[in-house]
């Protein structure tokens, strides 16, 4: 669609941010290379610029990363809580102050928008660590009975689609409850985690506390394996949860899983139109569409369909994609190559298996990994894409008619982590929260997110909750 | 009675049969196993599950599941009490039954069936409780509320512990179906007998059929197909050793069951309420205020 009025770009300076042209694993409060010398290189996705070479952790490293992280424990857990806190607080602060620099390069490693990274995941980020700061010394008022004891080295695997604040969600808690890590970042989106690495330097943080080891899904599973880690922490895919699950089997090894979504997003007939299909947007569109609880599921009540969908098409067409550093982006690129590949191939079978494929008129640049914004209408559930999570900015429209066809469709699924109710009458939207299989609901919003809020699904979604109060346990001898 | 009338008159055995659905069916096997008293004399032939009985008792779990979970945390404790009170006037059942299948003197073992009926009041009075305790209202930074409330995870199987045949059975069953779970349960292999007594227990205690359902047989021959089965959200390894809890725990990860791994337990200790946690799931419901709090509020 044309637009009245062309906005000139706004893009943010590159500047704020210096990336070295090589980074090593971060072990024992040093950057050392790869035992074997093996290197990665990260790239830009918007661009396909090569951003940086990053040494590449493998079996050798993740057990040098966990005796570091032993060593540093005894000290470390016998810390006074409140000293913990000081430390938590520092980075905090140091986040806050260096907030721009990291979403900027957040942005170039990732793809993300810079609206998302300056005003979604940083400050969320900084949230976090202010939030898991303030219970380290108030540990005995958790809930888990008196002096609860940390459960030691924790190996974390996180995901490429928030790396720093999944990188948050892990470290945050982990340090508060008294353990230390070892943690790997995903292959494609290392570098803030080697900036957080840094953080940890400027804080004064102990050595060892944190280790950071980026590296493949090799180096995922010696850190999941390892002999001497207790608590393995993974979000990413229900695929590798479950292969994570089955490898901790028989093990004293405590197990938090994040794993797959494919979230309903409920409009019923009386819903606020024009705030369904903003919460729509940022259900399905926000980073991507690449969030495991995206609203990936559209079920509409039948009677407002045609009227939902001409709102819905009509804001798509405004969505600007592009340069993920211009603050007016809304769509950024997708992460890599293999991903976009992946989104392409389900949205193919989509169209194959009779589902009516739609996207606003749209450019894409010409180099780096994109995907138009996608609407599928006449879904059925028995479809592909009515049931397997795309992780891409791909939205599946069902429809429906009565509350119970609603909650019935919404749960017809594998997966249980995320949904949204779009309803005017709070009877309705707490009785069908309530029969809703799902572990975050969001009525009349969607993806919302808060430190102080535990965040995990249902079935195989995973278990455990992360934030919050409930974020602790995962990390304690309880 | 006399003495002489006691020879004149022979009792009666009870035949022993699964609990399953509010029913009490033979299994479906028809096979029965010996089932002996410490010292090796026959007590009765306890029913065999199998693989098919196993299933039939998941189909009637998740059949229960929603009523279940779907009563209110009062009536769901005014149940629980209830068992309590009819396991109360069968105390001298349980008693022979438990002093039997462990060998206890007749004192010790009405003391443990003691200690189980207390706890399964102590189980019944957490019902209505345990929202309270782990659920709560979040601070969010924004105008908004969210709620975080504990939800039964679904299906639980439960491998009864080995050893102790009422207590350590009552310890943990009561907290899987406190929290509105529904429970497939495996007996002790060894001494099945007062768990299947239990099963009658719970059907005149105003239970709804298929939240207890109670299978007796080779415990890792009926685990198998529970721990792969797509319908089962949740186990708990209590009875199992450690070669069988690995290998189960292994199969649960095929549809990301919660697994409650065997561990050291003192039965005849308080419980924390892990046992209670283990099976929850917690909900987070999220809905704009327009406004925070009491901000700008004349009074």
């Known amino acids: 669609m044309a637009s009245a009025f062309e906005y000139a770009p706004a893009p ?3 500047a704020v941010v210096d990336i070295a042209p090589s980074y090593g694993l971060f072990i024992d409060g040093e950057f050392t290379e790869a035992a074997d010398g093996k290197v990665f290189k990260t790239v830009s996705p918007s661009t396909e610029e090569v951003l ?8 050798e490293d993740v057990d040098r990363g966990v005796k570091a992280a032993r060593r540093a424990f005894e000290k470390w857990s016998a810390l006074p809580g409140s000293e913990r806190a000081k430390y938590l607080f520092r980075i905090a602060r140091i986040i806050q102050e260096r907030s721009r620099e990291l979403a900027v390069l957040e942005t170039l490693d990732n793809g993300k928008p810079i609206k998302e990274t300056r005003d979604a995941d940083l400050p969320l980020v900084a949230a976090h660590f202010f939030y898991y700061a303030g219970w380290a010394d108030k540990l005995d008022h958790a809930g888990f009975g008196a002096n609860p004891r940390p459960l030691g080295v924790a190996g974390q695997v996180i995901p490429w689609n928030f790396p720093l604040l999944m990188l948050a969600w892990k470290i945050a808690p982990a340090l508060a409850t008294g353990n230390t890590v070892v943690l790997k970042p995903a292959e494609t989106t290392p570098l803030s985690a080697l900036f957080f690495a840094d953080i940890c330097r400027q804080a004064g943080l102990p050595k060892g506390v944190v ?20 608590k393995v922490a993974f979000t990413g895919s229900t695929a590798v949860g479950k292969a994570i699950a089955r490898q901790v089997a028989g093990t004293d090894k405590k197990v938090t899983l994040e794993l797959g979504g494919k979230g309903a997003n409920i409009v019923f007939d009386d819903a606020p139109i024009d705030q369904a299909v903003e919460g729509i947007v940022t259900g399905i569109f926000f980073n991507q569409g690449q969030v495991c609880c995206a609203g990936s599921r559209l079920l509409v009540q039948e009677s407002i369909q045609d009227e939902l969908l001409d709102a819905l098409k009509r804001r798509l067409s405004t969505l600007r994609l592009g340069d993920p550093l211009d603050k007016n982006t809304d769509i950024g690129a997708i992460n890599s190559a ?22 606003p008129a749209c450019e894409l640049p010409s180099s780096g990994y994109w995907f138009a914004p996608t609407l599928f209408t006449n879904v059925t559930q028995a479809h592909t894409i009515a049931r397997d999570e795309i992780f891409g900015p791909v939205l599946s429209v069902l429809t429906f008619r009565t509350p119970d066809e609603a909650v019935a469709k919404a749960n017809n699924s594998q997966y249980g982590l995320s949904a949204g ?20 609901i969001w009525s009349n919003t969607f993806n919302k997110f808060d430190p102080t809020s535990p965040f995990g699904g249902y079935k195989e979604s995973g278990f455990g909750r992360e934030g919050g109060r409930h974020g602790l346990e995962a990390y304690l001898d309880v | 009675m006399s003495d002489k009338s006691e020879e004149q008159r022979l009792s009666v055995f009870k035949t022993y049969k699964l609990y399953v659905g509010g029913k009490f069916p033979r299994s479906e096997s028809g096979r029965v196993y010996e089932v002996t008293d410490s010292k090796g004399k026959w007590l009765a032939n306890a029913p065999q599950s199998s693989r098919k009985d196993a299933r039939d008792a998941v189909v009637a779990a998740r059949k229960a599941f929603g009523g279940w979970s779907g009563a209110t945390a009062y009536n769901r404790g005014q149940i629980l009490y209830r068992v309590a009170e009819m396991l109360e006037g069968r105390r001298d059942q349980f008693a022979r039954e438990v002093a039997d299948a462990e060998g206890l003197s007749k ?28 659920g709560g209202a979040n601070p969010v930074a924004g105008p908004f509320f969210n709620l975080s409330t504990p939800e039964p995870t679904g299906v639980v199987t439960v491998l009864a512990p080995q050893e102790s045949s009422f207590l350590g059975l009552v310890s943990v069953v009561a907290p899987v179906i406190a929290t509105g779970n529904t429970a497939v349960v495996i007996a002790s292999e060894r001494s099945p007998l007062p768990a299947l007594s239990l099963g009658e227990v719970l059907a005149t205690s105003d239970l709804p059929g298929g939240v207890v359902n109670v299978l007796s047989g080779r415990t890792a021959e009926i685990a198998a197909p529970l721990a792969a089965h797509q319908d089962v959200n949740a186990i708990d390894l209590a009875g199992a050793d450690d070669v ?31 046992r209670l946690t283990a099976f929850l799931e917690t909900k987070t419901v999220w809905h704009p205020t327009g406004s925070l709090g009491a901000s700008g509020s004349s009074y």
Do not use: C, F, M
């Not at chain 2, 290998?247 to 791994?261: G, Q, S, W």
């Open chain 1, 12 to 14: 943010e300076s590159r």
């Open chain 2, 107 to 134: 004192a010790k073992a009405a003391a443990q069936v003691d200690a189980a009926v207390d706890r399964w009041v102590w189980y019944a009075g957490w019902t209505d409780k345990i929202a309270q305790v782990v």
């Open chain 1, 338 to 359: 293999e991903q976009l590949a992946r989104i392409t191939s389900l949205v193919e079978q989509g169209a194959a298996e009779g589902a009516e494929r739609w996207s």
């Open chain 2, 244 to 274: 069988l809890a690995k290998e189960l725990e292994i199969a649960a990860a095929d549809n990301l069951k919660r697994v409650l791994r065997p561990q050291p337990v003192d039965y005849a200790a308080t419980p924390g309420i892990e």
């Open chain 1, 52 to 59: 940086s070479e990053v040494a590449r952790a493998g079996a």
């Open chain 1, 421 to 440: 109710i779009w309803t005017e009458k709070g009877s309705r939207i707490l009785a069908v929260a309530g029969k809703l299989r799902a572990g975050v």
């Open chain 1, 211 to 230: 280790n950071i080891l980026p590296g493949y899904g090799d180096a995922g599973a010696a850190l999941v394996e390892h002999p001497d880690v207790n």
